[in-house]
């Protein structure tokens, strides 16, 4: 009965330790899984975060060009506007003004001019 005990013991110590190592490798398949899913789920986040970034600085790239060509046009404006101003100021200035306003105003209009 000694002998029957015995390999009853080691039989059962066998299969404890391979119940053991089946929930092992159960657990550890449940934790890659888990990882996994964790790498997805960020490389997924990841990619729509750079395609949020992508659009935003596009956006920004625009508006920036607009306020650009908006600067660059009121500038130009500026400078003709402070040129004329210039020649106004100038010798002579009050005849060039006066003859511009000549070529603005139309020939049938009546023009008081104050001295």
């Known amino acids: 009965m000694l002998k029957h005990h015995c390999k009853s013991s080691s039989t059962d110590k066998k299969s404890l330790a391979s119940a053991i190592e089946l929930n092992y490798k159960e657990k550890e398949e449940f934790v890659s899984s888990v990882f996994l899913g964790l790498k ?56 060039r003004f006066m003859k511009d306003q000549d070529q603005l105003i139309s020939r049938d209009i009546i023009r008081v001019i104050w001295r």
């Open 40 to 95: 997805v789920c960020f490389s997924f986040l990841a990619i729509v975060s750079l395609i949020k970034i992508g659009y935003s600085s596009k956006v920004r790239l625009t508006r920036l060009r607009e306020i650009k060509d908006s600067y660059l046009y009121e500038k130009a404006r500026f400078d003709g506007l402070s040129s004329r101003f210039d020649d106004l100021i100038s010798f002579e200035g009050e005849q």
